[in-house]
């Protein structure tokens, strides 16, 4: 059982290119999340998707855009990168209720850097 | 305007003695508060939550404390071992959302234990 699989890890890219970060996962929830996580600032939500076909912002939107594509995957594009775009990524998925409890599962992470 | 704050950036504790990790949060409506641990190069994994209806919840080693008058919970880690150096973060939400819930997190704290 895979969980929630991010790729790429490790991605570099020049200030004004473009890339989509991937995430999936194989425990059918139907919630998911993008994360970054910063030196001294914790992890802030980017985007998240409370079911299949319904996406909202989270407190940190700005340059990033994100597809549901079906329940399984929901993808993170950077258009146009920033050097303030590097950071860790994390995708998450969840399913809320009594059994499952409020936790998230969270993926290993994407590791950018813009340069 | 952060909800949720681990005031201590780390903690450095003995082998063998307690751990205590100290968060605070300023939203009223959270009412289900967790625990992450997570090491390097990892995604954040799930630790211990508790219920804003319960004041302790206890699995294993681990035991969180909430005091909601006080707007503050705790881990406590007894005994710490070397193998619990890690960023232990705080994140609280407030479940009236449904599927539409989201964690808030605190910025972290790293933890060592040293042998």
């Known amino acids: 059982n895979a969980g929630v699989t991010q790729t790429p890890k490790f991605q570099v890219l020049k200030t004004g290119q473009s890339m989509t970060l991937q995430c999936a996962q194989d425990m059918n929830h139907n919630s998911m999340y993008w994360y970054r996580q910063d030196p001294g600032m914790g992890l802030r939500l980017i985007y998240y998707s409370a079911s299949e076909g319904t996406t909202d912002k989270g407190e940190v939107p700005n340059g990033y855009n994100v597809s549901r594509l079906n329940k399984r995957e929901f993808s993170l594009r950077l258009e146009s990168a920033a050097p303030s775009q590097t950071s860790v990524y994390f995708c998450?998925?969840?399913?809320?209720?009594?059994?499952?409890?409020?936790?998230?599962?969270f993926g290993s992470g994407t590791r950018l850097t813009v340069v | 305007d952060q909800q949720v704050k681990q005031n201590s950036p780390s903690l450095s504790v003995q082998e063998g003695r307690i751990s205590i990790l100290n968060c605070d949060y300023t939203?009223?409506?959270?009412?289900?508060f967790l625990w992450y641990k997570k090491y390097p190069a990892e995604g954040p994994t799930f630790l211990i939550s508790i219920s804003s209806i319960k004041d302790k919840n206890e699995d294993g080693r681990f035991t969180v404390f909430l005091n909601k008058s006080a707007k503050h919970l705790s881990l406590h880690i007894v005994p710490s071992q070397p193998g619990d150096s890690a960023v232990y973060f705080c994140a609280a939400t407030w479940r009236g959302g449904g599927s539409n819930y989201k964690l808030t997190f605190g910025k972290g704290t790293l933890l060592t234990v040293n042998p």
């Open positions: 939203n009223s409506m959270f009412d289900y």
């Open positions: 998450a998925s969840s399913e809320a209720g009594r059994e499952e409890g409020y936790g998230y599962t």
